[in-house]
């Protein structure tokens, strides 16, 4: 059992290390963007933050209908996978209410950071 389970945790890291390398890709916005998506409905709800937060201001871009004209950046893409449950007419998994309250926290304090580098006060 314990073979199995050191072969599973294996398995485990080098399908996220693939998953890195998918969102990180320079050749195709489309891979980006489905490596995206299977971070909204494959990774724990406690982890979405952290794997989406680096991504706020990227401002690589693709087209969510494929020609249709309907151009996005990631960084405009991250934040809405982390607060929509409607994508294009496909549901999300509902995130528990106390992680999404935590997420809506750190996008708070993302934008008082923000402002205060930019010369605003509270």
């Known amino acids: ?3 199995t389970l050191q072969h599973s945790h294996h398995q ?3 399908e996220l290390k693939q998953l890195v390398v998918m969102i990180n890709s320079n050749q195709s916005a489309y891979l980006r963007g489905m490596g995206f998506m299977y971070i909204r409905f494959c990774q724990p709800p406690s982890d979405l933050w ?3 937060e680096p991504y706020l201001d990227d401002e690589d871009t693709v087209d969510q209908r494929s020609g249709g004209g309907d151009e996005l950046s990631f960084g405009q893409i991250a934040p809405e996978m982390l607060t929509k449950l409607d994508w294009y007419g496909t549901l999300f998994l509902r995130i528990p209410v ?3 309250k935590d997420i809506d926290e750190k996008f708070c304090e993302r934008n008082r950071l923000a402002l205060e580098s930019q010369g605003y006060e509270e």
């Open 1 to 3: 059992p314990l073979q």
């Open 12 to 14: 485990v890291r080098s």
């Open 50 to 52: 952290a794997w989406l």
């Open 98 to 100: 106390p992680i999404q």
